[in-house]
Protein backbone atom coordinates (compact mmCIF):
# COMPACT_ATOMS: atom_id res chain seq x y z
CA UNK A 1 0.00 0.00 0.00
CA UNK A 2 1.38 3.10 -1.18
CA UNK A 3 1.42 6.37 0.57
CA UNK A 4 -0.11 7.82 -2.74
CA UNK A 5 -2.75 5.64 -2.82
CA UNK A 6 -3.52 6.47 0.43
CA UNK A 7 -3.65 9.81 0.02
CA UNK A 8 -6.01 9.59 -2.69
CA UNK A 9 -8.22 7.69 -0.24
CA UNK A 10 -7.96 10.46 2.28
CA UNK A 11 -9.05 12.87 -0.62
CA UNK A 12 -11.76 11.14 -1.47
CA UNK A 13 -12.97 10.95 2.05
CA UNK A 14 -12.79 14.54 2.41
CA UNK A 15 -14.75 15.10 -0.90
CA UNK A 16 -17.31 13.20 0.15
CA UNK A 17 -17.46 14.52 3.30
CA UNK A 18 -17.17 17.97 2.20
CA UNK A 19 -20.22 17.23 -0.22
CA UNK A 20 -22.23 15.79 2.28
CA UNK A 21 -21.91 18.39 4.73
CA UNK A 22 -23.38 20.96 2.10
CA UNK A 23 -26.45 18.93 1.55
CA UNK A 24 -27.06 20.00 5.59
CA UNK A 25 -26.42 23.95 4.84
CA UNK A 26 -29.81 24.18 3.24
CA UNK A 27 -31.64 27.66 3.04
CA UNK A 28 -35.26 26.81 3.75
CA UNK A 29 -37.42 26.95 1.48
CA UNK A 30 -41.20 26.61 2.55
CA UNK A 31 -44.34 26.12 1.10
CA UNK A 32 -46.85 27.97 2.27
CA UNK A 33 -50.21 27.74 2.46
CA UNK A 34 -52.37 28.42 -0.83
CA UNK A 35 -54.42 31.48 0.62
CA UNK A 36 -56.15 32.85 -2.85
CA UNK A 37 -54.95 30.85 -5.96
CA UNK A 38 -55.55 32.56 -9.54
CA UNK A 39 -59.21 32.02 -10.40
CA UNK A 40 -58.80 30.80 -14.11
CA UNK A 41 -60.52 28.31 -16.61
CA UNK A 42 -58.67 24.97 -15.88
CA UNK A 43 -56.61 25.30 -19.18
CA UNK A 44 -55.16 28.27 -18.42
CA UNK A 45 -54.21 27.15 -14.79
CA UNK A 46 -52.86 23.50 -16.36
CA UNK A 47 -50.39 26.15 -18.65
CA UNK A 48 -49.34 27.78 -15.47
CA UNK A 49 -48.84 24.93 -13.58
CA UNK A 50 -46.77 22.94 -15.66
CA UNK A 51 -44.71 25.87 -16.68
CA UNK A 52 -44.48 28.48 -13.78
CA UNK A 53 -45.46 26.82 -10.20
CA UNK A 54 -42.23 25.54 -9.54
CA UNK A 55 -41.14 29.38 -8.93
CA UNK A 56 -44.37 31.46 -9.08
CA UNK A 57 -46.52 29.66 -6.06
CA UNK A 58 -46.63 27.94 -2.77
CA UNK A 59 -46.20 24.89 -4.26
CA UNK A 60 -43.23 24.18 -5.92
CA UNK A 61 -42.11 20.87 -6.25
CA UNK A 62 -38.68 20.18 -6.86
CA UNK A 63 -37.43 16.96 -8.41
CA UNK A 64 -34.67 15.21 -7.02
CA UNK A 65 -31.54 16.56 -8.77
CA UNK A 66 -33.00 20.36 -7.71
CA UNK A 67 -32.40 19.18 -4.16
CA UNK A 68 -29.08 18.71 -4.11
CA UNK A 69 -26.63 21.23 -3.22
CA UNK A 70 -25.17 23.63 -4.77
CA UNK A 71 -28.64 23.39 -7.09
CA UNK A 72 -30.53 23.56 -4.47
CA UNK A 73 -29.55 26.34 -3.81
CA UNK A 74 -29.70 28.29 -6.71
CA UNK A 75 -33.27 27.41 -7.01
CA UNK A 76 -34.25 28.43 -4.06
CA UNK A 77 -33.03 31.91 -4.73
CA UNK A 78 -35.07 31.54 -7.80
CA UNK A 79 -38.33 30.31 -5.91
CA UNK A 80 -38.04 33.49 -3.88
CA UNK A 81 -37.17 36.00 -5.91
CA UNK A 82 -39.81 34.71 -8.27
CA UNK A 83 -42.88 34.30 -5.21
CA UNK A 84 -42.13 38.10 -4.81
CA UNK A 85 -42.66 39.54 -7.83
CA UNK A 86 -46.13 37.04 -8.76
CA UNK A 87 -47.34 34.43 -6.53
CA UNK A 88 -50.49 32.33 -8.00
CA UNK A 89 -50.74 30.94 -5.10
CA UNK A 90 -51.69 34.51 -3.18
CA UNK A 91 -52.55 36.16 -6.84
CA UNK A 92 -56.49 36.50 -5.66
CA UNK A 93 -55.54 38.94 -2.90
CA UNK A 94 -54.47 41.65 -5.76
CA UNK A 95 -56.65 44.15 -6.76
CA UNK A 96 -58.53 43.44 -10.08
CA UNK A 97 -55.98 45.80 -12.18
CA UNK A 98 -53.27 45.07 -10.72
CA UNK A 99 -53.68 41.32 -11.66
CA UNK A 100 -54.39 42.08 -15.04
CA UNK A 101 -51.82 43.73 -15.52
CA UNK A 102 -49.32 41.12 -14.38
CA UNK A 103 -51.16 38.66 -16.47
CA UNK A 104 -50.35 40.67 -19.67
CA UNK A 105 -47.01 40.92 -18.26
CA UNK A 106 -46.54 37.44 -18.01
CA UNK A 107 -47.58 36.83 -21.54
CA UNK A 108 -45.40 39.14 -22.28
CA UNK A 109 -42.73 37.81 -20.72
CA UNK A 110 -43.24 34.52 -22.54
CA UNK A 111 -43.70 35.78 -25.72
CA UNK A 112 -40.29 37.54 -25.56
CA UNK A 113 -38.60 34.04 -24.43
CA UNK A 114 -37.78 35.79 -20.79
CA UNK A 115 -40.24 33.29 -18.78
CA UNK A 116 -39.76 30.10 -17.67
CA UNK A 117 -36.22 31.40 -17.02
CA UNK A 118 -34.27 30.13 -20.39
CA UNK A 119 -31.70 28.32 -17.72
CA UNK A 120 -34.67 26.58 -15.92
CA UNK A 121 -36.08 25.06 -19.56
CA UNK A 122 -32.41 23.42 -20.15
CA UNK A 123 -33.65 21.12 -17.41
CA UNK A 124 -36.68 21.59 -17.29
CA UNK A 125 -37.78 21.26 -21.07
CA UNK A 126 -41.36 20.00 -20.16
CA UNK A 127 -42.30 23.56 -18.69
CA UNK A 128 -41.78 25.44 -21.92
CA UNK A 129 -44.66 27.15 -23.15
CA UNK A 130 -45.93 26.37 -27.01
CA UNK A 131 -47.24 28.79 -29.18
CA UNK A 132 -50.93 26.99 -29.13
CA UNK A 133 -50.32 27.62 -24.94
CA UNK A 134 -50.02 31.28 -25.59
CA UNK A 135 -53.01 31.51 -27.33
CA UNK A 136 -55.15 29.96 -25.09
CA UNK A 137 -53.58 32.32 -22.42
CA UNK A 138 -53.87 35.46 -24.81
CA UNK A 139 -57.50 34.26 -25.71
CA UNK A 140 -58.75 34.16 -22.00
CA UNK A 141 -57.02 37.68 -21.56
CA UNK A 142 -58.66 39.25 -24.64
CA UNK A 143 -61.69 37.54 -25.81
CA UNK A 144 -61.35 37.73 -29.41
CA UNK A 145 -65.22 38.14 -29.86
CA UNK A 146 -65.51 41.07 -26.93
CA UNK A 147 -62.30 42.43 -28.21
CA UNK A 148 -64.08 44.45 -30.98
CA UNK A 149 -67.92 43.98 -30.27
CA UNK A 150 -68.91 43.79 -26.49
CA UNK A 151 -69.35 47.04 -25.41
CA UNK A 152 -67.45 48.07 -22.24
CA UNK A 153 -70.50 48.46 -19.39
CA UNK A 154 -71.22 52.45 -18.96
CA UNK A 155 -70.00 52.38 -15.84
CA UNK A 156 -66.22 50.61 -17.05
CA UNK A 157 -66.15 53.93 -19.47
CA UNK A 158 -66.93 56.29 -17.22
CA UNK A 159 -64.58 55.08 -14.51
CA UNK A 160 -61.80 54.85 -17.27
CA UNK A 161 -62.59 58.38 -18.44
CA UNK A 162 -62.33 59.61 -14.81
CA UNK A 163 -59.07 57.51 -14.77
CA UNK A 164 -57.72 59.68 -17.69
CA UNK A 165 -59.25 62.83 -15.99
CA UNK A 166 -57.06 62.14 -13.41
CA UNK A 167 -54.12 61.08 -15.45
CA UNK A 168 -53.87 64.37 -17.06
CA UNK A 169 -54.27 65.90 -13.21
CA UNK A 170 -51.29 64.02 -12.18
CA UNK A 171 -49.30 66.17 -14.74
CA UNK A 172 -50.40 69.43 -13.46
CA UNK A 173 -50.97 69.57 -9.74
CA UNK A 174 -48.09 69.24 -7.61
CA UNK A 175 -48.72 66.12 -6.37
CA UNK A 176 -46.64 64.25 -3.69
CA UNK A 177 -45.44 60.87 -5.31
CA UNK A 178 -42.53 59.07 -4.16
CA UNK A 179 -38.93 58.94 -5.53
CA UNK A 180 -38.01 55.33 -7.22
CA UNK A 181 -36.26 53.04 -4.86
CA UNK A 182 -32.95 53.90 -7.35
CA UNK A 183 -33.29 57.69 -6.54
CA UNK A 184 -35.17 59.00 -9.54
CA UNK A 185 -37.58 61.35 -8.74
CA UNK A 186 -40.93 61.54 -11.21
CA UNK A 187 -40.89 63.65 -13.69
CA UNK A 188 -44.48 64.96 -14.16
CA UNK A 189 -43.79 67.02 -17.16
CA UNK A 190 -43.82 63.80 -19.29
CA UNK A 191 -47.90 65.08 -20.38
CA UNK A 192 -46.33 67.67 -22.37
CA UNK A 193 -43.67 65.78 -24.26
CA UNK A 194 -43.90 64.46 -28.30
CA UNK A 195 -45.54 61.14 -28.98
CA UNK A 196 -42.90 59.18 -30.80
CA UNK A 197 -44.91 56.26 -31.42
CA UNK A 198 -47.70 54.16 -29.96
CA UNK A 199 -48.52 50.54 -29.64
CA UNK A 200 -51.05 48.67 -29.16
CA UNK A 201 -48.56 45.49 -28.99
CA UNK A 202 -51.35 42.69 -27.80
CA UNK A 203 -54.26 42.97 -29.90
CA UNK A 204 -57.23 44.61 -27.71
CA UNK A 205 -54.30 44.69 -24.25
CA UNK A 206 -52.31 47.65 -23.31
CA UNK A 207 -52.76 50.74 -25.16
CA UNK A 208 -48.62 52.38 -25.13
CA UNK A 209 -47.43 55.81 -26.01
CA UNK A 210 -44.14 56.45 -26.11
CA UNK A 211 -43.33 60.34 -25.65
CA UNK A 212 -39.84 61.84 -25.95
CA UNK A 213 -38.77 65.43 -24.47
CA UNK A 214 -37.11 68.05 -26.06
CA UNK A 215 -33.35 66.65 -26.25
CA UNK A 216 -34.66 63.22 -27.92
CA UNK A 217 -36.67 65.28 -30.51
CA UNK A 218 -33.94 67.44 -31.28
CA UNK A 219 -31.62 64.30 -31.79
CA UNK A 220 -34.21 62.30 -33.68
CA UNK A 221 -34.10 65.78 -35.55
CA UNK A 222 -30.53 65.58 -35.63
CA UNK A 223 -29.84 61.99 -36.42
CA UNK A 224 -28.04 61.53 -33.73
CA UNK A 225 -29.90 58.59 -32.04
CA UNK A 226 -27.20 55.80 -31.80
CA UNK A 227 -26.23 56.84 -28.93
CA UNK A 228 -28.82 59.22 -27.27
CA UNK A 229 -27.47 61.95 -26.22
CA UNK A 230 -27.20 63.28 -22.70
CA UNK A 231 -30.38 64.53 -21.27
CA UNK A 232 -32.80 62.33 -23.13
CA UNK A 233 -35.77 60.94 -21.46
CA UNK A 234 -38.29 58.65 -23.03
CA UNK A 235 -41.64 57.97 -21.33
CA UNK A 236 -43.75 55.05 -21.95
CA UNK A 237 -47.55 55.60 -20.70
CA UNK A 238 -49.71 52.57 -21.03
CA UNK A 239 -53.41 51.91 -19.95
CA UNK A 240 -55.81 49.83 -20.50
CA UNK A 241 -57.97 49.56 -23.55
CA UNK A 242 -61.86 49.76 -23.53
CA UNK A 243 -63.69 49.04 -26.50
CA UNK A 244 -67.15 51.72 -26.30
CA UNK A 245 -69.40 49.71 -27.97
CA UNK A 246 -69.17 51.88 -31.30
CA UNK A 247 -65.70 50.03 -32.79
CA UNK A 248 -63.78 52.84 -31.26
CA UNK A 249 -61.11 51.82 -28.28
CA UNK A 250 -61.04 54.28 -25.58
CA UNK A 251 -58.03 54.35 -22.83
CA UNK A 252 -59.35 52.66 -19.52
CA UNK A 253 -57.43 52.57 -16.32
CA UNK A 254 -54.05 54.27 -16.19
CA UNK A 255 -51.61 51.42 -15.83
CA UNK A 256 -48.29 52.08 -15.54
CA UNK A 257 -45.59 55.42 -16.82
CA UNK A 258 -41.95 54.36 -16.93
CA UNK A 259 -38.85 56.41 -18.38
CA UNK A 260 -35.43 55.97 -19.87
CA UNK A 261 -32.95 58.67 -18.43
CA UNK A 262 -29.89 59.36 -20.62
CA UNK A 263 -26.69 60.56 -18.38
CA UNK A 264 -23.68 58.29 -19.95
CA UNK A 265 -21.77 59.37 -16.38
CA UNK A 266 -24.28 59.19 -13.98
CA UNK A 267 -25.90 55.82 -14.92
CA UNK A 268 -23.03 54.23 -16.50
CA UNK A 269 -23.83 51.19 -14.18
CA UNK A 270 -27.46 50.67 -16.23
CA UNK A 271 -25.73 50.99 -19.31
CA UNK A 272 -26.03 54.89 -19.73
CA UNK A 273 -29.94 55.30 -18.66
CA UNK A 274 -31.98 55.73 -15.34
CA UNK A 275 -34.53 53.60 -15.72
CA UNK A 276 -37.87 53.86 -13.34
CA UNK A 277 -41.04 53.06 -13.05
CA UNK A 278 -44.75 54.50 -11.39
CA UNK A 279 -47.87 51.90 -11.25
CA UNK A 280 -50.98 52.96 -10.56
CA UNK A 281 -53.50 56.28 -10.59
CA UNK A 282 -52.10 56.34 -7.27
CA UNK A 283 -48.19 56.46 -8.42
CA UNK A 284 -46.50 54.01 -6.61
CA UNK A 285 -42.60 53.34 -7.48
CA UNK A 286 -41.72 50.43 -8.73
CA UNK A 287 -39.17 48.21 -7.45
CA UNK A 288 -38.81 46.67 -3.73
CA UNK A 289 -35.06 48.20 -4.37
CA UNK A 290 -32.65 49.41 -6.68
CA UNK A 291 -32.26 45.96 -8.07
CA UNK A 292 -35.01 46.39 -9.95
CA UNK A 293 -33.65 47.98 -12.59
CA UNK A 294 -31.65 44.47 -13.50
CA UNK A 295 -35.39 43.64 -14.94
CA UNK A 296 -35.64 46.47 -17.33
CA UNK A 297 -32.12 46.01 -18.50
CA UNK A 298 -32.37 42.68 -19.37
CA UNK A 299 -35.36 42.75 -21.18
CA UNK A 300 -33.82 45.92 -23.25
CA UNK A 301 -30.94 43.77 -23.77
CA UNK A 302 -31.90 42.50 -27.10
CA UNK A 303 -31.46 45.94 -28.57
CA UNK A 304 -28.71 46.75 -26.79
CA UNK A 305 -27.13 47.65 -30.76
CA UNK A 306 -29.65 50.68 -30.75
CA UNK A 307 -28.67 51.62 -27.28
CA UNK A 308 -31.38 49.66 -25.91
CA UNK A 309 -33.98 51.69 -27.30
CA UNK A 310 -36.88 49.35 -28.68
CA UNK A 311 -38.60 52.14 -30.78
CA UNK A 312 -37.20 53.43 -33.40
CA UNK A 313 -38.71 56.72 -34.33
CA UNK A 314 -36.39 56.78 -37.85
CA UNK A 315 -37.25 54.11 -40.78
CA UNK A 316 -40.08 53.34 -38.37
CA UNK A 317 -39.43 49.78 -37.49
CA UNK A 318 -42.17 49.76 -34.66
C1 LIG B 1 -37.08 28.72 -12.50
C2 LIG B 1 -37.98 29.66 -11.88
C3 LIG B 1 -39.02 30.38 -12.73
C4 LIG B 1 -39.98 29.84 -13.55
C5 LIG B 1 -40.23 28.38 -13.85
C6 LIG B 1 -40.76 30.96 -14.04
N1 LIG B 1 -40.27 32.13 -13.54
FE1 LIG B 1 -41.05 33.99 -13.82
N2 LIG B 1 -39.58 34.82 -12.66
C7 LIG B 1 -38.57 34.09 -12.04
C8 LIG B 1 -37.69 35.00 -11.35
C9 LIG B 1 -36.44 34.61 -10.55
C10 LIG B 1 -38.20 36.31 -11.58
C11 LIG B 1 -37.63 37.61 -11.11
C12 LIG B 1 -36.67 38.10 -12.18
C13 LIG B 1 -35.82 39.23 -11.72
O1 LIG B 1 -36.06 39.79 -10.67
O2 LIG B 1 -34.89 39.51 -12.48
C14 LIG B 1 -39.39 36.15 -12.41
C15 LIG B 1 -40.18 37.21 -12.85
C16 LIG B 1 -41.34 37.05 -13.57
C17 LIG B 1 -42.21 38.13 -13.96
C18 LIG B 1 -42.03 39.58 -13.66
C19 LIG B 1 -43.09 40.05 -12.71
C20 LIG B 1 -43.17 41.57 -12.60
O3 LIG B 1 -43.32 42.04 -11.48
O4 LIG B 1 -43.10 42.27 -13.61
C21 LIG B 1 -43.24 37.58 -14.66
C22 LIG B 1 -44.42 38.31 -15.26
C23 LIG B 1 -42.99 36.15 -14.72
N3 LIG B 1 -41.84 35.87 -14.05
C24 LIG B 1 -43.82 35.26 -15.35
C25 LIG B 1 -43.59 33.90 -15.43
C26 LIG B 1 -44.47 32.98 -16.11
C27 LIG B 1 -45.75 33.39 -16.80
C28 LIG B 1 -43.91 31.74 -15.99
C29 LIG B 1 -44.43 30.45 -16.59
C30 LIG B 1 -44.71 30.47 -18.00
C31 LIG B 1 -42.68 31.89 -15.24
N4 LIG B 1 -42.52 33.21 -14.92
C32 LIG B 1 -41.85 30.83 -14.90
C33 LIG B 1 -38.43 32.71 -12.03
C34 LIG B 1 -39.21 31.82 -12.74
C1 LIG C 1 -40.80 42.25 -20.71
C2 LIG C 1 -39.76 43.02 -21.30
C3 LIG C 1 -39.56 44.44 -20.79
C4 LIG C 1 -39.26 44.82 -19.52
C5 LIG C 1 -39.11 43.96 -18.30
C6 LIG C 1 -39.09 46.24 -19.57
N1 LIG C 1 -39.28 46.72 -20.83
FE1 LIG C 1 -39.27 48.66 -21.40
N2 LIG C 1 -39.85 48.13 -23.27
C7 LIG C 1 -40.05 46.85 -23.71
C8 LIG C 1 -40.50 46.88 -25.09
C9 LIG C 1 -40.82 45.67 -25.97
C10 LIG C 1 -40.56 48.23 -25.47
C11 LIG C 1 -41.00 48.78 -26.82
C12 LIG C 1 -42.33 49.47 -26.75
C13 LIG C 1 -43.49 48.52 -26.59
O1 LIG C 1 -43.64 47.62 -27.41
O2 LIG C 1 -44.23 48.65 -25.63
C14 LIG C 1 -40.13 48.98 -24.30
C15 LIG C 1 -40.05 50.36 -24.27
C16 LIG C 1 -39.67 51.11 -23.18
C17 LIG C 1 -39.54 52.55 -23.17
C18 LIG C 1 -39.69 53.48 -24.36
C19 LIG C 1 -38.33 53.58 -25.09
C20 LIG C 1 -38.01 52.33 -25.89
O3 LIG C 1 -37.06 51.61 -25.54
O4 LIG C 1 -38.74 52.03 -26.85
C21 LIG C 1 -39.20 52.91 -21.89
C22 LIG C 1 -38.99 54.32 -21.38
C23 LIG C 1 -39.09 51.69 -21.11
N3 LIG C 1 -39.39 50.62 -21.93
C24 LIG C 1 -38.75 51.67 -19.78
C25 LIG C 1 -38.63 50.48 -19.04
C26 LIG C 1 -38.32 50.44 -17.63
C27 LIG C 1 -38.04 51.64 -16.74
C28 LIG C 1 -38.33 49.12 -17.26
C29 LIG C 1 -38.09 48.51 -15.90
C30 LIG C 1 -38.86 49.04 -14.78
C31 LIG C 1 -38.65 48.35 -18.45
N4 LIG C 1 -38.81 49.21 -19.51
C32 LIG C 1 -38.77 46.99 -18.47
C33 LIG C 1 -39.86 45.71 -22.98
C34 LIG C 1 -39.58 45.66 -21.62
Same mark, same amino acid.
Given at each position: ??? $????? =???? @? +? ?8 ? &?? *? ?69 ? $????? =???? @? +? ?8 ? &?? *? ?199
Amino acid at each position: MAL $ASRAF =LWTG @A +VVCLGFAVIQ &LI *RPELKNPPVTAEIQAPEEVRQILRTSCYSCHSNETKLPWFDQIEPAYWLVTKDVKKARRHLNFSEFGKLPA $AQQKG =LLFE @A +VNQIQMGAMP &LP *RYLKVHPEAKVTQDQVAVLRNYLVPPSTASAAPAAAADTTAGDAQYGKWIKQSEGPLEVQKSPNGIAFLPDYKNWKTISSTDRFDGGTLREIMGNDVAVKAIADNHINPWPDGTVFAKVAWFEQPDGQGVMRTGAFYQVEYMIRDSKKYASTKGWGWARWRGTDLKPYGKDAKFTNECVSCHEPVAKNDYVYTMPIGGQQ
